[in-house]
């Protein structure tokens, strides 16, 4: 199949989680022999366009102008995208359009009325969850262009049960339209063939046990929780540091805590760190620490359990889906900083324990959240949508209503049934 996807952020340029969920996905589609084309934002000393691991990576700049502001700079991606869009599907027909959240979802709507191409729509969290509801103009106007999002996709796409039920509710969608596909992980992607000690002295003392966390600065990432455990954490187990990486615009509020907290001299800020040293931190790291109050699916539990190394969760989203409490994992109560510090106390105090529990999260990382097998999963949510009636009486109209299109080569849509393995 060909396949044209639309995202904010592709690696390098990574501000979230979506930048590797469409990367690895993307790699894995085309790995099993689909013909997969990227839009994404460019950025500096990057390319316009090069091939990444079988995937074509196009890179465009906002529109021209300096935005006024966030949204003004979002419609002006958006321009961009729909253009280069436009003139990637005029020379070569896709299949469809695979849009990543609202971020893209005027160039998505745009690529599918002009081609006449199903949308497929993947929601990585709304507004509505991040927030506990809509409290201001900014936060509704991102709501209702999530859900426009939503009405126009032939398909939408949520990570797990917990998302599935949020979306339904939030946007009103019917069931049938909604399909669950977990996010995935590349074990190799994360791992290290030995830990290296300078890496670790950049950012602990040798005695200091270490608690990591990884991801974007923001309240709802439940850092703030971890900061307030830290004090309960120190009175039974002295020597620990927490080492916090990421950025985020909560960052000079959990600097603020960190200070009003006096653990000034036992947490680390790392900012931003290379895939290296992420890699190199996990392997350091006595327990992985993620205590979001909101968390769609949490790849980074994923990311420290493909690592060996233990995590403990909040009780929330996702996590609940893919962290079994006291099998591979430990689960808390999302905002408990005394529960928190207490679990995470009998993992630093019981290293058996910890060690079993990463055995067993390793396992099941590997058998259960292979990107291949994943990739498989929206192949078939393609194939069945593409192949269906109403896709293609859609595109014979679009071939009726467009005849200076007709030179381009044919999607495979058009060119014969689907393989048996989807009938």
């Not at 070569?92 to 690529?111: E, M, N």
């Not at 596909?181 to 030995?194: W, Y």
């Not at 009175?235 to 080492?243: A, H, S």
Request: a negative charge; one cysteine or more.
């Amino acid at each position: 199949m060909r396949i044209l996807m639309l995202t904010w952020e592709y690696p390098p340029r990574v501000v979230g989680g979506i930048a590797h969920v469409v990367s690895e996905l993307s790699r894995a589609l085309a790995g099993e022999g689909n013909e997969v084309e990227v839009i994404t934002t460019l950025e500096e000393n990057l390319p316009e366009a090069e091939k990444i691991d079988g995937v074509t990576v196009h890179r465009v700049a906002p529109y021209h102008g300096r935005p006024l502001n966030f949204f003004a700079w979002v419609h002006q991606l958006n321009l961009a995208m729909l253009e280069k869009g436009v003139s990637l599907s005029q020379r070569r027909r896709f299949d469809l359009v695979h849009a990543h959240d609202w971020l893209v979802a005027y160039a998505g709507r745009g690529i599918k009325h002009i081609f006449q191409m199903p949308l497929i729509a993947s929601i990585h969290a709304t507004e509505f969850g991040r927030n506990h509801g809509l409290h201001n103009d900014e936060q509704r106007y991102i709501g209702e262009v999530e859900w426009s999002l939503t009405y126009e996709a032939w398909r939408v796409i949520c990570n797990s049960r917990y998302m599935r039920e949020e979306i339904e509710s939030v946007f009103n969608l019917p069931p049938d339209k909604i399909s669950i596909i977990p996010n995935g992980i590349r074990p190799a992607a994360f791992q290290v063939s030995s830990p290296d000690p300078a890496v670790r002295q950049r950012f602990a003392a040798s005695q200091e046990k270490i608690l990591f966390f990884i991801g974007r600065l923001v309240r709802e990432k439940g850092v703030q929780v971890l900061l307030e455990a830290l004090p309960i954490i120190k009175e039974r187990i002295p020597n620990v540091r927490v080492v916090i990486a990421g950025r985020g615009p909560y960052a000079e509020e959990l600097h603020r805590i960190s200070l009003h907290l006096g653990l000034d001299q036992q947490v680390t800020f790392a900012g931003y760190i290379d895939e290296e040293t992420r890699n190199q931190l996990y392997a350091h790291a006595d327990v992985a620490v993620f205590p979001s109050l909101y968390e769609p699916f949490g790849l980074v539990a994923l990311e420290a359990m493909a690592t060996g190394t233990p995590v403990v969760v909040s009780d929330t989203g996702g996590f609940a889906e893919t962290v079994v409490h006291g099998v591979n994992g430990i689960r808390v109560a999302p905002g408990n900083a005394s529960e928190l510090a207490g679990q995470v106390c009998t993992l630093l105090g019981d290293p058996e324990l910890a060690r079993r529990l990463a055995g067993r999260a390793l396992q099941d990382v590997e058998e259960k959240f292979s990107w291949p097998s994943i990739a498989r999963r929206y192949e078939a949510i393609y194939q069945q949508i593409v192949f269906s009636p109403e896709a293609r009486r859609w595109r014979r109209e679009a071939d009726r209503l467009e005849p200076s299109f007709s030179g381009r080569e044919p999607a495979s849509s058009t060119v014969g049934p689907p393989p048996s393995r989807y009938t």
